[in-house]
């Protein structure tokens, strides 16, 4: 669908889900790209279905001497980085009066934090190979409230911000930055929402389109803004969500309670 013949990109939580979709896209535009995570064995997996224009880098992006060798891995190996997809992310569930700093500043660390980390070593990267366009993998839980999910809509509300900042700054580099908020998406990591009825119905009454998401749905949406087709696009926050964001965010708060002790 996106022509990215001569480009490199470099993928956070490259190995499944969103991470996958976003970097098959790429590979599928003729690009090579270096996909990242902390396992191993789901990489090695990953690179063998994309191909050989794929390639992997273990990296932990709650270290900075971890992402800066993994971009620099990347631009060792393929010459330099024009495209950029930051995906990994974790969750965090609890009432406010009861949630642990620890367990806040975890989720903070992962999704608002390591994204920042990402960005920063990819866009100098980018600096170097004269542009790019970097896509923040954000949620709908930046915009909705989800009771019991201050930590992660926190996260992603930063994580937007962060967005429009470097899109203001980097700009003058050739580079643009933007985000996308996907909303309920049959991955590994929201297997537990998808597959319980409780939170399934909860997210199909709140959706226009009401489907559960698809991880090429998002991949497709962040092909677009990696792209040169939105080469005038940057410092934008595109909600891909089956209309969620025209409604409420879902009230998890049963799906959560019966994982309590005495549920």
Known sequence: ???????????????????????????????????????????????????????????????????????????????SIELAVNSAGTAGAGPILEITTEDFERVLDVNLTGAFRCLRAEGRAMKAAGGGSIVNISSIAAALTHPWMSSYCVSKAGLDMLTRCAADELGEFGIRVNSVLPGVVATPMASMLVDRD??????????????????????????????????????????????????????????????????
């Not at 990296?59 to 010459?79: I, K, N, P």
């Not at 959706?207 to 998002?218: A, L, N, Q, T, V």
């Not at 803004?225 to 209309?243: E, N």
């Open 1 to 79: 669908m996106f022509d990215f013949t001569d480009k490199v990109g470099f993928v956070t939580a490259g190995a499944t889900g969103i991470g996958f979709a976003c970097a098959r896209t790429i590979v599928e535009g003729g690009g090579n790209v270096m996909i990242c995570a902390r396992r191993e064995e789901s990489l090695r997996e990953a690179v063998a279905e994309l191909g050989e224009s794929a390639a992997w880098v273990t990296c932990d992006v709650t270290s900075d001497a971890s992402v800066d060798h993994a971009v620099a891995a990347t631009v060792e190996r393929f010459g």
């Open 198 to 263: 409780v939170s399934r119905r909860e997210y199909l009454r709140r959706m226009p389109i009401s489907r559960i998401g698809k991880p090429d749905d998002i991949g497709a949406a962040v092909g677009f803004l990696l792209s040169d087709a939105a080469g005038w696009v940057t410092g934008q926050s595109v909600a891909v969500d089956g209309g969620h964001t025209l409604r409420q965010g879902p009230n998890l708060v049963p799906l959560f309670d019966s994982f309590a002790p005495d549920a």
